[in-house]
């Protein structure tokens, strides 16, 4: 497989996690997030999508770049690739847990060890390559915002 087969791999698989994720938790979206007390700075509604997309498509480059480096670092790009899934399947987890079981102090609890697996995808990409790891600084970013959002949903709504 070329690299360019290997990033589109990728970035379809995250595109679709973070759709069957989104998929999952609409009804929430449209009944239940509503009658929450939010933050000033809660973002609107119509915002979420195509960052999140962004950030899948940029998740994605990064894993395909460092996959492509499996021929030549085999072992350091699986331990990487797995820290990857892992975040991966925590991300959608937190979808699950905030607005399936209408939880925010239980995905509160899981966007940290989420934030710190997207940390460490992050130092282990940019020991493969530097742009995995560059690609890697916007999702932590937007990720430590809705930690802080997350947070302040729950403390509003206890």
């Known amino acids: 497989m070329n690299k360019l087969t290997k990033i589109l ?49 940029m998740m994605g480059i990064a894993a395909g770049l460092v996959w492509d480096r499996i021929d030549f670092e085999k072992e350091i790009v ?5 820290v990857f899934a892992i975040q991966l399947a925590l991300n959608a987890l937190w979808s699950y847990l905030f607005f399936g079981l209408h939880n925010p102090m239980l995905a509160g609890l899981e966007i940290i060890i989420l934030w710190l697996m997207i940390y460490e ?29 997350n947070g302040s949903i729950w403390w509003l709504n206890r």
Request: hydrophobic letters at 55%.
């Open 9 to 57: 791999t990728v970035v379809v698989t995250c595109l679709a996690i973070g759709y069957f994720s989104g998929n999952s938790t609409r009804s929430a979206i449209l009944d239940w997030y509503p009658t929450l007390v939010k933050p000033s700075f809660n973002p609107p509604n119509w915002i979420f999508a195509p960052v999140w997309s962004m950030l899948f498509i």
């Open 78 to 82: 699986k331990k990487a690739l797995i």
């Open 121 to 149: 995808t992050y130092l282990q990409f940019s020991k493969i390559n530097k742009i995995a790891g560059y690609l890697f600084i916007p999702y932590l970013a937007w990720v430590s915002f809705a930690a802080v959002l």
